[in-house]
């Protein structure tokens, strides 16, 4: 039974393929996708998980961390005072308007310190020295920013918010969930460049905890002290930023909306050739009921037709959507497709193929063993 459930299966290398290639180009949609997914939620939260701070004190009702809203930076002494708080600094985050040699203009976003260093960003240097960037009018600039910026090297200068900064340096990695090339440069240069929305202003305070302290009894006084900021762990912010473009937007609704179009298209295509190719093979599977064979013998052929065609086609839907991972790497995007994940939509593959074997089941059930004896 199961070298005729291969052999109407092959019977018709065309139909088999194009089986094979709806659930290869679900597999492909759904692994891509999702990767894709995967990827730009890994750079939402990106900073914050390199960032070395123990806690994140923001504006209250903050959304996220691209997005701060800013608050006297004078605030910082109050929380250097704290019991157990090791180290406290600023971090400014804004957007600046960057004049490219085209003629045209991007926006950028900035991280600024005074001490990098002491905070871990940024935290893949490619190239130069982030001290240098307390010397003078200059900034480091992610290698991703080729996509939107053109090609630039170090030494380069651009203009920013009208004033002319050269580049010292660049970095791998930085990217944003906004799609945004990232930047750094000092704190009093940053906010030098745009007094009237940062003097005096800061974005964030990063928040180094001594050794042996306890998180919980520190936060507690910290946010006691100032009751108009939250005061988040590293990982409850990371958190708080990933979540709110899954919730807050359409961007999660897209990605599941994708996986069901992939999953329905794999199942009609699967359950069409799979159909047709039973409805042309009627007699074998009556031939079948004819020598006593049950309809659970029956279902055991159609399944291992199924589990073929799944195996097949998600052999090839997974080569395709690991072939795009570089491809993506070219346009500084990232496709994240953890192993567990994979093995998810294998399994995923082989129940949907499954289920569209269901619509060829209840026609050959029902078959007349007679059917074999009729001309």
Same mark, same amino acid.
């Given at each position: 039974?199961?070298d005729?459930?291969?052999?109407?299966?092959?019977?018709?290398?065309?139909k088999?393929?194009?089986?094979?290639?709806g659930?290869?180009f679900?597999?492909?949609?759904?692994?891509a996708?999702v990767?894709?997914?995967?990827?730009?939620?890994?750079?939402s939260?990106?900073?914050?998980?390199?960032?070395?701070?123990?806690?994140w004190?923001?504006?209250h009702?903050?959304?996220?961390v691209d997005?701060?809203?800013?608050?006297?930076e004078t605030?910082?002494?109050r929380v250097?005072? $704290?019991?157990g708080?090791?180290?406290?600094?600023?971090?400014?985050f804004?957007y600046?308007?960057?004049a490219?040699?085209?003629?045209?203009?991007?926006?950028?976003?900035?991280?600024?310190l005074?001490?990098?260093?002491?905070?871990n960003l940024?935290?893949d240097?490619?190239?130069?020295?982030i001290?240098?960037?307390?010397?003078?009018?200059?900034?480091?600039?992610?290698?991703g920013a080729?996509?939107?910026?053109?090609?630039?090297?170090t030494?380069?200068?651009r203009?920013?918010?009208?004033?002319?900064?050269?580049?010292v340096?660049?970095?791998?990695?930085?990217?944003?969930?906004?799609?945004?090339?990232?930047?750094f @440069?000092?704190?009093d240069?940053?906010a030098s460049?745009?007094p009237?929305f940062?003097g005096?202003?800061?974005?964030?305070?990063l928040v180094?905890?001594a050794?042996?302290?306890?998180?919980?009894?520190?936060?507690?006084?910290?946010?006691r002290?100032?009751?108009y900021?939250d005061?988040?762990t590293?990982?409850?912010?990371?958190?708080?930023?990933?979540?709110?473009?899954v919730?807050?937007?359409g961007?999660? @609704?897209?990605?599941? !909306?994708?996986v069901f179009l992939?999953?329905?298209?794999?199942?009609?295509? $699967?359950?069409q050739?799979l159909?047709?190719?039973?409805?042309?093979?009627i007699?074998?599977?009556?031939?079948v009921?004819?020598i006593?064979?049950?309809?659970r013998?029956i279902?055991?052929i159609l399944?291992?037709?199924?589990?073929?065609?799944?195996?097949?086609?998600?052999?090839?839907?997974?080569? @395709?959507?690991?072939?795009?991972k570089p491809?993506?790497?070219?346009?500084?995007?990232?496709?994240i497709?953890?192993?567990?994940?994979? !093995?998810?939509?294998?399994?995923?593959t082989?129940l949907?193929?499954l289920?569209?074997a269901?619509l060829?089941f209840?026609?050959?059930?029902?078959?007349?063993?007679?059917?074999?004896?009729?001309?």
């Amino acid at each position: 039974m199961v070298d005729l459930g291969l052999k109407t299966l092959l019977h018709d290398k065309t139909k088999f393929a194009i089986t094979v290639a709806g659930v290869a180009f679900a597999v492909t949609l759904v692994l891509a996708q999702v990767g894709l997914f995967n990827g730009l939620l890994d750079n939402s939260d990106l900073s914050i998980r390199k960032c070395s701070a123990d806690l994140w004190i923001t504006s209250h009702n903050t959304a996220n961390v691209d997005f701060p809203q800013r608050f006297p930076e004078t605030i910082v002494e109050r929380v250097r005072t $704290v019991p157990g708080v090791s180290r406290a600094d600023n971090l400014l985050f804004s957007y600046v308007n960057v004049a490219l040699p085209s003629g045209a203009s991007e926006n950028a976003v900035v991280y600024a310190l005074k001490d990098f260093k002491a905070w871990n960003l940024p935290w893949d240097i490619k190239d130069g020295q982030i001290e240098d960037l307390r010397r003078g009018r200059f900034l480091f600039l992610d290698e991703g920013a080729r996509r939107r910026f053109g090609d630039f090297k170090t030494g380069d200068f651009r203009e920013i918010q009208e004033t002319r900064l050269r580049i010292v340096g660049q970095t791998r990695q930085a990217q944003s969930f906004t799609t945004n090339p990232i930047s750094f @440069m000092d704190y009093d240069l940053l906010a030098s460049l745009q007094p009237e929305f940062l003097g005096g202003k800061t974005s964030y305070i990063l928040v180094r905890l001594a050794a042996g302290t306890d998180v919980g009894t520190v936060r507690a006084e910290i946010q006691r002290r100032l009751p108009y900021q939250d005061v988040f762990t590293r990982d409850e912010w990371a958190k708080k930023s990933r979540d709110y473009w899954v919730v807050n937007t359409g961007i999660g @609704m897209n990605a599941y !909306l994708t996986v069901f179009l992939g999953c329905l298209v794999g199942l009609v295509v $699967v359950g069409q050739t799979l159909y047709t190719s039973t409805m042309e093979h009627i007699k074998e599977f009556g031939t079948v009921k004819a020598i006593g064979g049950t309809n659970r013998d029956i279902y055991a052929i159609l399944a291992r037709q199924a589990t073929v065609a799944a195996a097949v086609g998600f052999a090839f839907g997974l080569a @395709m959507a690991l072939s795009l991972k570089p491809l993506a790497e070219k346009i500084y995007l990232k496709l994240i497709m953890p192993v567990p994940f994979i !093995l998810l939509v294998g399994v995923g593959t082989v129940l949907m193929c499954l289920a569209a074997a269901m619509l060829s089941f209840r026609k050959v059930a029902n078959i007349d063993p007679g059917l074999v004896f009729r001309s």
